[in-house]
């Protein structure tokens, strides 16, 4: 089974941690195209979820910077 990262997930991390997972999710995405030149990888699904997750992670911090989301611990109060 492929871990997904799912968009509530994501709400529940701050900035920092946003970050550190985009970059971890870059170097897999990295790591499997690499592995894809050389005719080493075996799922070549995962290349498709990685590119997906990636993509979630830039939805959500846009989402922050536009203030459609939230941070958590900087809930506003209206």
Known sequence: MVNVIRA?????????????????????????????????LESHGRLRTVKKDIARIYTVVRERELGIRTAPGTEEEN
Not at 17 to 34: H, P, Q, S, V, Y
């Open 8 to 40: 509530h997930e994501l709400d529940e991390l701050n900035d920092v941690d946003l970050e550190a997972k985009l970059r971890e999710a870059k170097e897999e995405l990295f790591n499997l195209r690499f592995q894809a030149a050389t005719g080493q």
